[in-house]
């Protein structure tokens, strides 16, 4: 496996052989062990010195299920420590059939021009983008797919990215060559732009897959793999039916649906926007679920949502997008909700960040709670670059900073994601000791700790941010992990593939222990960066104001969650 390193001072792209040390690396496990050994932890996030990295997982290229996500690491501008963010799409597959492991975006650009990176089996090369400069993520797309075909995959920033926003993020196309997958969070979008890097195109849908060492192996395993994931109810059954919405109802059902933001645990319109609902809606409008954003996927959970003539408004809309930009909005109609994703996706933000500043200027008086017009202009707003703009397009906690709110729902400065840790307590945990901020994904599902007693909620967390962490050096989806977690036969049918695919046999605790040593990479560089303990705090006003409706206050003691990250 080879990497790339582009050197945007130069204008210079270098090919190099993947290091040993990285061969078991994916991922997330990769680009965070890159960034750590190549960035300096307390450079300026936006200046020379930060990296940007993508790298794919350890079935990138293969036809495994579920096994295309592609990783992008950097030190976040959002956070000011160690960022990693996954997208799905068919990316993470063409990469690794062109047997590229990562792409390392480094140094600063030495004028004003933008470029764009194309790779396919021949090379890569940076091209000039000046045709691409101010577009959003949609247009720049049609115009390189117009160029290159439609087969080809991207990444790409919108007008937040090119205005170094900190809520920007990096779209990735799905398998219909829309960008609707996205690196979400921690601003990976504005260090992107710093870069002068407007896109990177990728060519390799005609080569082949990669071979496994062991064919006959890798064949059984990979069967046991997908029925696995299929066999579980949530993967096979309520996710391909409802999407990611499904949680909506659930989530409500036990008061912490951040509503109002964050005032709130129910939202009264939650009806209007349920995953039934949006399912209801699109099959008489004949819009899409149960749909795979990347070829091979079993468990298709992603849709494509289409307004009452046929139009697609829409895709990969998520339940962290419904109630971030909806009930934390006041906003209860699915429509007007999509249409706001819509603009974030083509603007290059991300929904959750957006969603919690709009939250917060609207209890400021600045805009006004349930008014979809309002939101769609301060989306505007932040693409136009002007001063409300330049705000919000900041993130959740310089919006309360400036309009004077107490209420700021995030940890180590970015924005909470759908689920009020009062009313989910397990969920805080996670939010309050991950490297990566208030982030869902560090975790088990919310289902879990729903699940769980009020005594187990730290200790799972501590469990389950471990192995939810070895499961992201895969490079699997996160979705996978109902089963992995929970399934003996098939992590151990995971565990059949990376031996028929590396000749190499590891145990059930050797696969965990990944989980051990990413984060000690990660949190050792917090800690160069100025991390302390007081950055693993959940804000101060959840432990004191009650959520309503269940009148709750996150109350698990600081020196827990310290243990959490002890081991």
């Not at 690491?73 to 160690?82: A, Q």
């Not at 009062?422 to 991950?434: D, F, L, Q, S, W």
């Not at 006003?541 to 206050?553: D, G, K």
């Amino acid at each position: 496996m080879n990497v790339y390193r582009i050197d945007v001072s130069g204008r210079t792209v270098k090919k190099e052989k993947l290091p040993q040390s990285y061969r078991l690396l994916g991922a997330r496990g990769l680009v965070s062990s890159i960034i750590a050994a190549e960035v300096d932890p307390t450079c300026d996030p936006l200046g020379p010195k930060n990296k940007l990295v993508f790298g794919t997982g350890l079935f990138a290229g293969t036809s495994v299920s579920s096994s295309s996500r592609t990783s992008v690491g950097t030190k976040s501008p959002l956070t000011g420590g160690i960022k990693e963010s996954s997208a799905g799409g068919p990316a993470g597959l063409y990469l690794g059939k062109l047997g590229i492991k990562a792409i390392i975006i480094e140094g600063a650009p030495q004028d004003d021009q933008w470029h764009y990176l194309k790779i396919d089996k021949d090379g890569a090369a940076l091209l000039p983008a000046g045709e691409l400069a101010g577009l959003g993520c949609y247009d720049a797309c049609k115009k390189l797919q117009k160029k290159y075909g439609n087969k080809c995959s991207i990444f790409v920033i919108g007008q937040a990215g090119e205005h170094k926003m900190f809520a920007a993020n990096i779209a990735a196309t799905d398998k219909e060559g829309v960008p609707t997958r996205q690196f979400g969070r921690g601003g990976v979008g504005a260090v992107m732009g710093a870069k002068k890097i407007k896109a990177v195109v990728i060519d390799g849908a005609d080569v082949g897959y990669v071979q496994p060492l062991d064919k006959e192996a890798v064949k059984n395993a990979s069967k046991k793999f997908a029925q696995g994931l299929l066999k579980n109810p949530v993967s096979g059954n309520a996710l391909p039916k409802y999407g990611t919405a499904v949680l909506v109802n659930i989530i409500n059902n036990v008061g912490a649906l951040p509503t109002r933001n964050f005032s709130a645990g129910t939202f009264e319109e939650v009806n209007q926007i349920s995953g039934e609902a949006m399912t209801e809606l699109q099959t008489k409008r004949g819009g899409k679920v149960g749909h795979a954003c990347t070829p091979g996927c079993v468990i298709r959970c992603s849709n494509i949502y289409l307004d009452k003539d046929g139009n697609e408004i829409t895709g990969g809309f998520e339940y962290e997008s419904i109630c971030l930009l909806g009930s934390n909005l006041g906003i209860g109609n699915l429509d007007d909700i999509a249409h706001l994703n819509r603009l974030c996706d083509d603007y290059g933000l991300d929904t959750i960040e957006v969603g919690a500043a709009i939250g917060i200027a609207m209890e400021a008086g600045i805009l006004l709670f349930g008014s979809f017009a309002a939101a769609k202009e301060a989306i505007h707003s932040i693409a136009r670059g002007d001063v409300l703009g330049r705000v919000l397009g900041q993130g959740a906690k310089v919006t309360g900073q400036v309009f004077g709110i107490n209420r700021i729902p995030v940890v180590k400065g970015q924005a909470m994601a759908a689920y009020d840790p009062r009313g989910i307590k397990g969920m805080g945990a996670i939010y309050a000791v991950t490297p990566m901020g208030a982030d869902h994904t560090a975790g088990p599902s919310c289902t879990t700790f729903i699940k769980a007693k009020p005594e187990e909620q730290v200790s799972l967390a501590k469990e389950y941010h471990i192995k939810a962490t070895a499961l992201d050096n895969t490079g699997l989806c996160r979705f996978c992990s109902y089963s992995v977690f929970n399934d003996p036969d098939t992590l151990h049918a995971l565990l059949e593939l990376i031996k028929g695919y590396y000749n190499i046999e590891i145990t059930t605790d050797d696969f965990w222990n990944w989980g051990k040593k990413i984060l000690h990479i990660e949190l050792d560089f917090n800690k160069k960066a100025g991390f302390t303990v007081e950055a693993n705090r959940i804000p101060e006003f959840m432990h004191t104001e009650e959520l309503r409706p269940n009148e709750v206050v996150f109350d698990i003691p600081n020196e827990e969650l310290d243990n959490i990250l002890k081991f």
